[in-house]
């Protein structure tokens, strides 16, 4: 579809300190348009099947090393995939190094604290995987559409009305992550970048199919009206919130098989950025492990 990963790093990737426009990101993008979408279709597949293997091993070593812990956000409107892209990206990962936790409306206890409480509390230990699938975010979408839930929050003083008041959330949210990343925290933030049309094609198909209702809510569909709104306080967060540490994906999200080849290929160069190796054993336990290695054969003669 592109010539490199790298390639597929630097389109996706919103670049620290640059002005980012997020209707230059086209939710529908699925490769070269020359080349036929099946052939696209079965490359992507490749892709991400190569990467699913090499995640798991290289999940294997972050565990081992137990040195950094990785954190993977997904933010994205109703409708845009995060539970099947978790799910498909997800799937040879142990399920004993990696946590996925859902963060929606908050519980009274959770309103009773600052607004990064409730996701420090599921941080992912070392060694481990992180998936938040929403978060602490949701404070500078959600929150910032719907001001009205600051009063929620009694917040001393608190001036949603301000421009000041949303800045100093991002600048709380960056020195959060900065103090993260210096302490082994490495993270990778996803937003899954879903067009207007698809997101209602996909909430009729749940409206439609009995087997998915589950999965359709009326205040989903009240929330489209709040669209414009919606895709302004994302691009101001994008702008805000995407650094060296921790950096934004867009990814394009109208064809599920480009999002979830895409955001493998983001995580596995994530992990692979980190240089991580085995750990080394000491020479005394090299020959204690020689010596068992012998004994075991010798009982098989």
């Not at 996925?100 to 607004?115: A, C, G, I, N, T």
């Not at 699938?133 to 910032?144: G, I, M, P, Q, T």
């Not at 302490?183 to 087997?211: P, Y």
């Not at 929330?223 to 540490?245: K, P």
Request: proline content about 5%; some cysteine; glycine content about 4%.
């Amino acid at each position: 579809m592109l010539k490199s990963v790298e390639d597929i790093l630097k389109m996706c990737r919103v670049a620290p300190g640059k002005k980012f426009k997020l209707k230059n990101h086209d939710p529908g993008w699925a490769g070269d348009r020359d080349i036929p979408v099946k052939a696209r279709r079965l490359q992507a597949e490749r892709l991400l099947a190569q990467d699913i293997n090499d995640l798991a091993e290289a999940q294997d070593i972050l565990y081992a090393a137990d040195s950094w812990s990785l954190l993977v956000i997904f933010q994205a409107m109703d409708a845009a995939g995060k539970d099947g892209t978790i799910k498909h990206v997800m799937s040879g990962i142990n399920p004993q190094g990696c946590q996925v936790r859902s963060f929606k409306q908050p519980s009274s206890e959770e309103l009773d604290h600052d607004f990064l409480w409730r996701c420090s509390k599921a941080l992912p230990e070392c060694g481990h995987i992180g998936i938040f699938n929403r978060s602490y975010y949701e404070e500078v979408l959600v929150v910032k559409v719907h001001p009205e839930l600051i009063a929620k929050q009694k917040i001393p003083d608190a001036r949603p009305d301000k421009k000041s008041f949303w800045e100093r959330r991002y600048s709380e949210i960056n020195a959060f992550e900065e103090h993260l990343s210096r302490n082994g925290t490495r993270i990778v933030k996803f937003f899954l970048n879903v067009s207007k049309a698809e997101q209602r094609r996909r909430f009729l198909e749940r409206a439609t199919d009995a087997k998915k209702h589950w999965k359709f809510s009326p205040q989903d569909v009240a929330e489209r009206s709040h669209w414009d709104e919606y895709m302004a306080a994302y691009e101001q967060m994008l702008n805000a919130t995407s650094t060296e540490h921790a950096p934004w994906y867009v990814i394009p999200a109208d064809e599920k098989w480009v999002c979830r080849s895409i955001v493998a290929q983001v995580l596995t160069h994530t992990v692979a950025a980190l240089n991580l190796k085995y750990p080394e054993v000491p020479d005394d336990l090299k020959l204690k492990i020689e010596e068992s290695r012998r004994q075991l054969e010798a009982e098989g003669e």
